[in-house]
């Protein structure tokens, strides 16, 4: 029973961090910048498995207030496997431009403008504290009823 109490509160704080990031972003003041897809890092990963899972994540160069930056896109999606081409099957393709979101406070913190990406932390967040409330409401209805 201790585990599922544990359980409960980790999904819990979890989806409680992963709202605030959601509002927190919310808040801030951003402006709506173009910029262009300049190439694709590679990320490899081990599995538990043993093995290498390959992703590629694209990099976004944008200008605000006369300086260049580079953004590394959070999420990697871009995934391959075995005998599959080792190059990226993005919707966005170098030299591409898109639509980024740039905060005025911290301008080298951009996010592609897009529904799934500006709302990923709320996506995240609400299952978890429904997956916390209902093992902790499980563990109630166990031990005291």
């Known amino acids: 029973m201790f585990f599922l109490v544990c359980m409960s509160v980790s999904f819990l704080c979890l989806g409680i961090v992963w709202l605030w990031l959601y509002f927190r972003d919310e808040r801030r003041e951003y402006i709506l910048l173009y910029g262009r897809v300049i190439r694709y890092d590679l990320k490899k990963k081990i599995t538990a498995e043993r093995f290498i899972k390959r992703s590629y994540v694209p990099v976004f160069e944008y200008e605000y ?6 953004k590394r896109h959070r999420i990697s999606s ?32 951009a996010l592609l403008n897009d ?4 709302r990923l932390p709320l ?14 409401a499980y563990w109630v209805s166990e031990c005291f009823f």
């Not at 529904?115 to 500006?118: A, L, P, Q, S, V």
């Open 65 to 70: 207030a006369g300086k260049t930056y580079q």
């Open 115 to 118: 529904t799934h990406n500006i």
């Open 78 to 109: 871009f995934r391959y496997g075995k005998g599959i081409k080792p190059e990226p099957n993005s919707k966005y393709k170098i030299g591409d431009p898109v639509k980024l979101r740039v905060y005025k406070e911290a301008p080298d913190y």
């Open 123 to 136: 996506y995240v967040g609400i299952p978890l504290i429904f997956a916390g409330a209902i093992l902790f």
